[in-house]
Nanobody, 121 residues
């Protein structure tokens, strides 16, 4: 079994920063790609940032220049550094990872339980 556990959410004032962490545990051969999504009340879940095994990153236009995704392959972890936060960044943030459990089978997607980020004065 594989689990993703997020941490680091909370309440922050506009202009502030947060660092979200996501740790994968269980029977893991390799994490192929990781991503952060978010879902605000009444809105669809949207991709915030993604990172491949090779380190190639991709960002939503709304967070470019403010958010940075990174990964630590040795710790099976992915991070999201969120700077200059705005009220419109308020959402539940979800970690997503495509994980191979062995070298003989393709990876599948796993999701964390979500962590709340609230940006308000």
């Amino acid at each position: 079994q594989v689990q993703l556990v997020e941490s680091g959410g909370g309440l922050v004032q506009p202009g502030g920063s947060l660092r979200l962490s996501c740790a994968a545990s269980g029977s893991i051969f390799r994490i192929v790609a990781s991503a952060w999504y978010r879902q605000a009340p009444g809105k669809q879940r949207e991709l915030v940032a993604s990172i491949t095994l090779g380190g190639t990153t991709n960002y939503a236009d709304s967070v470019k220049g403010r958010f940075t995704i990174s990964r630590d392959n040795a710790k099976n972890s992915v991070y999201l550094q969120a700077d200059n936060l705005k009220p419109e960044d308020t959402a539940v943030y979800y970690c997503n990872a495509n994980i191979e459990r062995s070298a003989f089978f393709p990876g599948r997607d796993y999701w964390g339980q979500g962590t709340q980020v609230t940006v308000s004065s």
